[in-house]
């Protein structure tokens, strides 16, 4: 990998390790999963109506939303945050639910060092189905833990304790529900299942982290392979299998190679991450490349994505994102 435009024979070894082991800007249609947890830790007053009538300090709560990702980036300081489906958001205090107002519009906030002195994820009074308001503010002024406003890349569980200020609560029924925070779990952006994750830290202190965007679906035949938190003006490339793996160290680089089998490498598209520490590449899943040549995804199959990179850590040196698991259709 260190010289990775001419990588055929490293990854050739690569390859033999596995076996031997036995091992752009996102689409407007990707979502993200979000679930905060907790419990109600003060009813002030009681509500007396509505879906959490009898609702009681100690009781486990959950807040599922589904968050669509805009056309575009946001910028570091973009407070218009996502938007909400609400359709698919839940509040659940124990056994009793309520989902968000198809007429409202829920919107979720995420702010990168927030004036330059916080990291703040936010959601507020958004109005419930049942004639409610719900609203959290998770504040971190470690400026450590949401370390993007990209709500993509902060995939991942988060717990209270690493953020320094939370609140949490539903205005409901008449009365106003406190919640105890104790856990974020933000899921996937993109396509597939994430596995490997997260990958070996690389020079820049972070994971770098594959998405796959585009349609699962054969008859689309398009998917674009997204490399993200990797150095800055360094080379990668993507791989494809349909075998899983776990291999440290593979050909001594500090990652770890999450394919096995017969790999398959596009090699003719070795990209500079550039200032961003970003490539990307549009493939087809019915022309995927393997050592013996292209094959063609079939329907129910489950194939497998990561990306190879350079890196100086501090010695020239190469590592690999996580991976993402890809079932066609």
């Given at each position: 990998m260190h010289h990775l435009p001419n990588t055929v024979s490293k990854l050739a070894r690569?390859?033999?390790?596995a076996a031997v082991a036995g091992l752009a800007a996102p689409a407007a249609a990707q979502e993200v999963s979000i679930r905060l947890s907790g419990h109600v830790s003060s009813l002030a007053p009681?509500?007396?109506?509505?879906?959490?009538?009898?609702?009681?300090?100690?009781?486990?709560?959950?807040?599922?939303?589904?968050?669509?990702?805009?056309?575009?980036?946001?910028?570091?300081?973009?407070?218009?945050?996502y938007s909400v489906d609400p359709s698919r958001s839940v509040l659940r205090v124990g056994s009793r639910e309520d989902?968000?107002?198809?007429?409202?519009?829920?919107s979720l906030g995420v702010w990168n060092d927030y004036l330059g002195l916080r990291d703040w994820f936010q959601m507020f009074n958004d109005p419930l189905s049942q004639g409610g308001l719900v609203r959290f503010?998770?504040?971190?002024?470690?400026?450590?833990?949401?370390?993007?406003?990209?709500?993509?890349?902060?995939?991942g569980t988060y717990s209270a304790a690493q953020f320094s200020t939370t609140s949490f609560g539903a205005q409901v029924g008449g009365g106003f529900l406190e919640f105890s925070f104790d856990e974020l779990i933000v899921g996937n952006g993109g396509i597939g299942e994430v596995y490997c994750a997260p990958a070996i830290a690389n020079s820049t202190g972070s994971a770098a982290l594959l998405q796959v965007i585009g349609s699962a679906a054969l008859s689309a035949n398009s998917l674009t392979l997204q490399a993200r938190r990797l150095p800055t003006n360094t080379f990668g490339c993507f791989l494809v299998s349909a075998t899983q793996a776990s291999v440290p160290n593979p050909g001594g680089s500090q990652g770890r190679l999450c394919l096995g089998g017969a790999i398959g490498r596009y090699q003719a598209s070795?990209?500079?991450?550039?200032?961003?520490g970003f490539i990307e590449l549009a493939v087809a899943p019915l022309a995927?490349?393997?050592?013996?040549?292209?094959?063609?995804?079939?329907?129910?199959?489950?194939w497998n994505f990561q990306a190879w990179y350079r890196d100086a850590n501090p010695l020239s040196t190469s590592n690999f994102t996580d991976a993402v698991a890809v079932t066609f259709q």
């Open positions: 690569i390859v033999a390790a009681a509500p007396t109506s509505g879906p959490f009538l009898g609702a009681s300090v100690g009781e486990a709560v959950t807040l599922d939303l589904v968050a669509l990702l805009p056309g575009s980036p946001h910028p570091q300081f973009d407070a218009r945050g989902s968000f107002a198809l007429a409202g519009s829920p503010d998770l504040l971190d002024s470690s400026r450590a833990v949401v370390d993007s406003s990209q709500l993509e890349l902060l995939r070795v990209l500079s991450s550039g200032a961003s995927l490349p393997q050592p013996t040549g292209p094959v063609a995804a079939q329907a129910g199959e489950t």
